[in-house]
């Protein structure tokens, strides 16, 4: 089956500190790749919509500037959290769909992002 | 915006107890998708369910798609504690529109 991870599993940082977060897909090719935050007990939000090659699509009330997606290749898409603080601490979640299975996305298993 | 009701949102039970998890929207959805998370863990796919009426079985699971594809509901039989965490409906739009809507998830517990 399609598989996806996630790099890295858990990180610990600094206020202000900045943060790249890797998705990958590993056994096919992600046209669109989706970058999810998730609060303890509660559902996925998404943030972003990431094409290959062209700029992502962020959610209404999503910082683009603070978070800052890159798709630059079909297995590769990548979230920057920038000037970290505390209230950004989450379960942040990627998907990747490919052009042959559009009904379905496949789930990274997430980073574990804590803000000191 | 398409929002997706899912309920109950919690739920604790006795091992071999039956449940029903239901997710309802006023949207059409060309899809529905039901996900199981474990904590600490990304959403694994269940299930996908197309036509309106579908029903689709995974051993102790069934799940339905409403004839309208407006609703969908999640059956387990005899539960099991192996079946403990958050399970997760997402509708997903129709044509180019390939984003997913998740509901708020049902945290169940199934007790030994």
């Known amino acids: 089956g399609a598989v996806v991870s996630q790099h890295p599993s858990w990180v610990i940082c600094k206020s202000g500190t900045s943060v790249k977060i890797e998705c990958r897909s590993l056994?096919?090719?992600?046209?669109?790749m989706f970058w999810y935050r998730q609060f303890p007990k509660q559902s996925l939000m998404l943030m972003a919509t990431s094409n290959e090659g062209s700029k992502a699509t962020y959610e209404q009330g999503v910082e683009k500037d603070k978070f800052l997606i890159n798709h630059a290749s079909l297995t590769l898409s990548t979230l920057t959290v920038t000037s970290a603080h505390p209230e950004d601490s989450s379960f942040y979640i990627c998907s990747a769909q490919s052009g042959a299975h559009q009904e379905t996305q496949y789930f990274g298993p997430g980073t574990r992002l804590l803000v000191l | 915006t398409q929002l997706l009701e899912q309920s109950p949102q919690f739920l604790s039970i006795q091992e071999g107890e039956n449940l029903t998890v239901y997710c309802n929207s006023s949207s059409v959805f060309s899809s529905l998708q039901w996900y199981r998370q474990e904590p600490g863990e990304g959403p694994v796919l269940l299930v996908t369910v197309v036509t309106g009426g579908e029903v689709k079985k995974l051993k102790r699971l069934t799940f339905q798609f409403g004839d309208a594809r407006k609703d969908s509901s999640l059956h387990i039989t005899a539960a099991q504690p192996g079946d403990t965490g958050l399970y997760l409906c997402a509708g997903r739009g129709g044509g180019s529109n390939y984003k997913l809507t998740f509901g708020k998830g049902t945290l169940l517990t199934v007790n030994p």
């Open positions: 056994d096919f090719q992600a046209t669109t």
